[in-house]
């Protein structure tokens, strides 16, 4: 592992790099430092041998002066040669001086000519190797400026130095051994503290960071561990922080009442939240990048998105989808960004509600348009026809106005009904709630459809009256009850009868319930009796004066005070209509 490390190998390279130009550089100069040593050692054993030797030669005669100079250079190992002042050679130990050429010219022998020692180094050609040669003068037979030059090869360089670059040579592997082990050791301390960062960097990506990294020392990578846990500390605040936000912005997303879905540049969900869900049919987790033509059937919906991915513009429309029947729904759909290659985002807001409540408040505008219309019209033609004479038809004028008076009535009943609904509905707290007798609020009501009841012939019976104080206000509590008797009277038999019961309900209700022995009401209607302006017959209805508002009021009223009304029916035979309402 640390052998085939890049750390461990580049290590050894520039050691071996180094130990081998150090061999280099030092070959170079010891070679030279040994020629140079080895020529000065030669010299100076040559001159000391010509110092002896111009003593002995100083005295020697003439005629055995050759027999001499063999002699020395046996006994020296050199070659001795004895020059004459002017270059000629007297004797030589190696060769015959006849043969020999004037020597004047040489340099060691100028040399010594100027300083009375002169030393050259030249290549023999005869021997193939270098030669070291020394002069000295000295004065022969009473005359100076005689040579004796002594000469001796110089010995194999190389092999003195062989000796030495073996030497080396085991010094330098030596080394690289060395080398070796310490680098060894310190790649593969530096491949695991390089190790240990690597995992805590890579932890970082991954965000798997958990507790610090110690710098274990004081060099570069430990500066470098010190400034990746301090990065971390902070990568991690930030993480933190985003973390948080993301899953506050995912918890608004998520409670949101609004689908909201949004897909990536190519249509894939990357977030859609449990509204969408639900208006889409799915249940359970829904997979990140499923494609949307997985989730949503509806082309209408995919399209609006193709749309923006492609045009990077924001679009609304109203759309109805089939995985929601019977709702619609706004969808706006607008780019993530301006270049919208980071995807789309759609919104659905559920607006089934609110198209029926606009849907309830047209109907409204139309129905009570056409209730004004009637009377309206009744009123302007009787108006008209005693204007074009009937004033004199002493016969029909009094029933004309009579009917004029009606129609005026009831022109005046829908706008106090329509008014008194209006107050009710804008959702205004009653000016003070106060505690009202339920008892007291069925008296005044019993007065108000006495003479009716009367002119009908239907009784009115209070059976069972326990008396219950509730909270609201007591005249519109009046005006339940008086619709409530008023319509039981108004559709019931010529001797009819009307029975109401009051009895409390457990310790906080009381209930009261209106029976007729009328004409009842069909079981499909039942249901929507309590509309504005419904009504069973609608002929009959107008015929007593009705409204089609009075039921509405009486479930407003009921609703208000935090109670409940229901009715109960059997055709031809009557109808039980029913109060609950807490009590005070
Ligand atoms: P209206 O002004 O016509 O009485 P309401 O809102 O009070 O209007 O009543 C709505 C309709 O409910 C009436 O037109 C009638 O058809 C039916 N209805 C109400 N009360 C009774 C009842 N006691 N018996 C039979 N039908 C009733």
């Known amino acids: 592992m640390t052998l085939r490390s890049p750390i461990f190998r580049k290590l050894l390279w520039s050691a071996f790099l180094l130990i081998a130009a150090t061999l280099v550089v030092l070959d170079f100069y010891l070679t030279r430092y040994m020629a140079q040593r080895q020529r000065e050692n030669v010299e100076q054993r040559l001159a000391a041998q010509a110092r002896l030797l111009t003593y002995e030669a100083a005295g020697v005669p003439r005629p055995i002066l050759e027999p001499w100079a063999r002699d020395a250079g046996a006994r020296a190992e050199t ?6 002042p002017a270059g000629m050679v ?3 130990s190696q060769h015959d001086p006849e043969t020999m050429e004037n020597h004047a010219s040489r340099p060691e022998i100028q040399a010594a000519h100027r300083g009375g020692q002169g030393a050259a180094i030249r290549h023999s050609a005869t021997l193939g190797r270098d030669l070291c040669y020394l002069a000295m003068t000295f004065a022969y037979d009473g005359k100076p400026g005689h040579i004796l030059r002594l000469a001796v090869p110089l010995e194999d360089v190389d092999a003195a130095i062989a000796a030495v670059r073996w030497r080396i040579l085991g010094a330098s592997l030596a080394a690289a051994l060395v080398a070796l082990i310490v680098a060894y050791f310190f790649s593969r301390s530096m491949t695991r503290r390089i190790s240990r960062l690597r995992a805590f960097a890579e932890g970082l990506v991954d965000a798997r960071i958990s507790g610090g990294l110690v710098a274990d020392a004081e060099d570069e990578l430990g500066a470098l561990a010190r400034s990746l846990d301090r990065m971390a500390t902070q990568l991690r605040e930030l993480v933190d922080r985003l973390s948080l ?7 608004i997303l998520a409670s949101m009442v609004e689908g909201v879905l949004a897909v990536d540049n190519e249509l ?3 977030f859609c939240n449990q509204s969408f869900a639900r208006v889409v049919g799915v249940s359970g987790e829904i997979p990140q990048r499923l494609p949307l033509l997985e989730l949503v059937r509806d082309p209408e919906l995919l399209d609006m998105l193709t749309h923006v991915l492609v ?3 924001s679009i609304k429309r109203r759309l109805e989808l089939a995985s929601a029947v019977g709702r619609t729904f706004e969808v706006q759909a607008a780019p993530l960004s301006a270049s919208s290659h980071r995807g789309a985002i759609a919104i659905l807001y559920d607006i089934t509600d609110l198209e029926r409540l606009e ?27 005693l204007l074009e004479g009937a004033l004199e038809d002493q016969e029909n004028n009094r029933r004309f106005l ?17 008014l008194i609904l209006s107050e009710l509905e804008s959702g205004k707290p009653p000016a003070e709630p106060e505690r009202v007798s339920v008892r007291g609020a069925l008296e005044t009501a019993f007065h108000t459809v006495e003479s009716e009841a009367k002119l009908r012939g239907v009784a009115v019976h209070g059976d069972k009256l326990e008396d219950a104080e509730v909270t609201g206000d007591k005249v519109r509590l009046e005006q339940a009850l ?10 019931n038999r010529p001797g009819g009868e009307v029975h109401v019961d009051v009895v409390r309900v457990g310790d906080d209700q009381v209930r009261i319930a209106v029976t007729d022995s009328g004409i009842g009401i069909p079981s499909e209607d039942l249901s929507r009796i309590f509309e504005r302006f419904y009504r069973v017959d609608k002929a009959r209805s107008r015929e007593m004066g009705g409204t089609g508002l009075g039921l509405s009021i009486v479930k407003h009223v009921v609703e208000r005070m935090g109670g409940s009304v229901t009715a109960e029916s059997q055709l031809g035979r009557g109808s039980t209509f029913t109060v609950l309402l807490p009590r005070a």
């Open 482 to 491: 008086i619709n409530l008797l008023d319509n039981a009277v108004k559709f």
């Open 90 to 92: 007297l004797a030589d």
């Open 268 to 270: 894939r969900v990357t």
């Open 402 to 418: 009579e009917i004029i008076k009606a129609h005026a009535i009831r022109l005046n009943n829908i706008a106090s009904d329509l």
């Open 359 to 385: 849907r309830v408040r047209k109907d409204f505008v139309a129905n009570v348009s056409h209730e004004l219309r009637t009377p309206l019209t009744a009123i302007r033609g009787y108006a008209e026809t």
């Open 245 to 251: 936000e993301s899953a506050r912005r995912e918890a």
């Open 79 to 84: 070659r001795v040669t004895v020059i004459d």
């Open 311 to 313: 045009s990077g513009q």
